[in-house]
């Protein structure tokens, strides 16, 4: 490179992508350095410490897949591994890749401009300090942004509060405690099912009842792990070739679920919830998710569980979801409903009774009942997609920032979720439009290595600046806008599309296709190779 910068390149955030990012980078012979706000690496899994969380995928697949040497040297202990695992994990790559020499933790970067006359970008580190580089690509996760209910009275609360993405890194003591947990998504599912068993007296605040489907936890035997060995030269094959990136789920009966009897349903619906291998339950048949009334058997079903499962009919009523089963990101978990026959457990139906506000003792609900709580759980997600770039005042070669580019969702555009028109030599890898329903390992994967590539080009032919052109952005957005109205997610109401929080546009924030098609983009994009411009506007070096 020819600029005077301080590093080819600046990465934030040391999560998955981030690091890989790192590494890929340095490989290729770049300077690079990558900032966060946190004391360590770990991204998602350094934050959401709550009790509970845990991989909801088979961890065999929730790993990196570039290098045989570090799959070789890891043992994961469980099938579903707890967060303290998979944060070991990353940070033991972290350290067989020798990365920690070009992060700088414990800094949150809160702004960057680009100076579209030197072709750089400047980058605020904090304590007045900035640094400049050519490449900017921020890798800030999309569910990294907390979202918390106003309630009123919540400052005048005696006892403690958390939110389930904040966790604090010291024990949480809940021992002789009452605590309230507010949010049922896949975060407050894990810490019901984990904080019920140690507090005195729980109680659910529940917006939206969930399907959450059973899963068992096996513990990584020595003859398994031998096995992933011999497997890991076809890894990243059989990921990337599979629907979802999750070699592990294998469509059970290939036709529509409508095909069978109600009865030949139920008993194949049954053999899956024993055999208690999550998402799998959603590949039974082909048409679970695209099919209402195939969608509508599955629902049923799981209903049925509910009610068999849970003892007091008023909570089961109370725990029954109604919406499209697969509509809003799927949740799994160990005896989550088993978890409601226990005495300590209550649940409050917020659809029916809202918080109406919080006073020094605890939530008061809009009956007028008084639940007196020392501690309070907020597992109530996140400012989801949009949320942690345009919380971010990155301002582009016309000054303006993300967030007004993007008329706060109204007017979402990207190309690939990765480049961004007025946003030249700027790399977004977990932005909006990132694929909500594959493996997110493997997709950041698949992103970093074509950011590398785009850079090894760019640099190859002497570009000062490499940008999405309008076209580009509009095609892949018309593209991700037209597989998401088709979709069950169109039908649902969840952060995929903005539906959790008040008063947010409503959009696709996210990529809802399959895998294959979303690596196809990529992989026809790839064409600026050739030195043809499209979708890529490459500006020639002076
Ligand atoms: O957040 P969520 P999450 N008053 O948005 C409720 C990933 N993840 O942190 O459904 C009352 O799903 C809200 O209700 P409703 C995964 O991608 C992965 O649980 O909007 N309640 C919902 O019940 C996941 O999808 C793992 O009506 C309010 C809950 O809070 C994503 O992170 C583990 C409310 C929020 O659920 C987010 O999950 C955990 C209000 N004002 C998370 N606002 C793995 O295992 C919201 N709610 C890998």
Known sequence: MNQQVDFDAVVVGAGFSGLYMLHLLREAGYSAQLYDAAGDVGGTWYWNQY???????????????????????????????????????????????DLRKDIQFNTRITDAK??????????????????????????????????????????????????????????????GKRVAVIGTGSSGVQAITAISKEAEHLTVFQRTPQYVMPVENPKVGEDDLERRRAEFPTLRKRVREHIVGMPCFDVRKPYSALEDTEDERNRHYEALWQEAKGFQMLYAYTDLTINDDANATIAEFVRGKIREIVKDPVKAENLMPTYLLGGKRPVVATNYYESYNRENVDLVNLKKTPIAECTENGLVTADGTEHELD????????DAMIGPLAGTKIRGREGITLKEKWDDGRNLKTYLGVCHVGFPNMFTITGPHFPLTANALAVNEVIAEWVIDCIEHAEKQGLAEVEATPEGEEDWTAHVNEVGEQSIYARTDSWYTGANIEGKPRAFYGYTGDFQTYQDRFEKSKDYKALAVKPLQQVETT
Do not use: M
């Open 114 to 175: 680009y100076d579209p006359e030197a072709h750089t970008w400047t980058v605020n580190v904090g304590g007045g300090r900035t640094v400049t580089s050519k490449y900017f690509i921020p890798a800030i996760g999309n569910v990294s942004v907390p979202h918390a209910p106003a309630i009123p009275g919540l400052d005048k609360f005696r006892g403690q509060t958390y939110h389930t993405s904040q966790w604090p890194h010291e024990p949480v003591d809940f021992k």
């Open 51 to 97: 009790p509970g969380a845990r991989c909801d995928v088979p961890a065999e697949f929730y790993n990196y897949t570039f290098s045989e040497e570090i799959h070789r040297d890891w043992k994961w202990s469980a099938v579903y591994p707890e967060q303290d695992e998979i944060l070991s994990y990353i940070k033991y790559v972290t350290d067989k890749l």
């Open 375 to 382: 501690i309070i759980v907020f597992a109530s997600g996140f």
